[in-house]
């Protein structure tokens, strides 16, 4: 089973974030218990069902199969610096990101949340991570004072609101 957890944890998930967490719950083999799974393979096996829903997937390692998000833009409007997603729904401004056990044993979900945050146009993140890594749990009840990630017998996912960022009164002016 499936777990997820959706930020901020005062408003309820949109419906893509559902179908996307559906995605991952159909998808057949995902399973961290026992498995060793590349994130790519995890990735491949959610492929269908996110383009389905809209997202470009990325299809391989080679710059053309990769998705770009920009994140600056140059002379005439091109862009000038994009980051890699694995899945990027524009019209939503969503963006998923599957990863293996380096997603918490190397931080490499901060990186994710990190590159999301500096995307343009982009509002959502799910980060899809497995509990269990070489046979340990990766995961602890809190992650850092403001991220909570729940512990779980199967891949855990996230989605993160950063429009909502816009109206938090204690965020401040800084954030448009």
Same mark, same amino acid.
């Given at each position: ?29 995902? @399973? ?12 491949? /096996?959610? !492929?269908?069902?996110? %383009?389905?829903? #809209? ?56 990186? @994710? ?12 993140? /799910?980060? !899809?991570?497995?509990? %269990?890594?070489? #046979? ?41």
């Amino acid at each position: 089973m499936i777990q997820w957890q959706y930020f901020p944890r005062s408003t309820a998930a949109t419906s893509l974030a559902r179908e996307v967490v559906r995605a991952f719950e159909t998808a057949p083999g995902i @399973d961290s218990a026992g498995q060793s799974d590349p994130s790519n393979k995890i990735l491949a /096996a959610v !492929a269908p069902a996110l %383009t389905s829903l #809209g997202f470009s997937v990325e299809t391989g390692k080679t710059r053309e199969l990769k998705v770009h998000v920009p994140v600056l833009f140059g002379l005439n409007g091109r862009t000038a610096k994009s980051f890699d997603a694995d899945a990027h729904h524009v019209a939503e401004g969503f963006v998923v990101e599957v990863e293996a056990g380096r997603g918490v044993v190397n931080n490499q979900f901060l990186k @994710d949340l990190f590159q999301a945050c500096m995307m343009h146009d982009v509002f959502y993140l /799910a980060i !899809a991570v497995r509990n %269990t890594y070489k #046979g340990r749990r990766t995961l602890r009840a809190s992650a850092s004072s403001s991220i909570h990630f729940m512990p779980a017998t199967d891949s855990i996912f996230l989605c993160a609101d950063f429009s909502s960022l816009a109206t938090n009164p204690y965020v401040g002016s800084q954030v448009r």
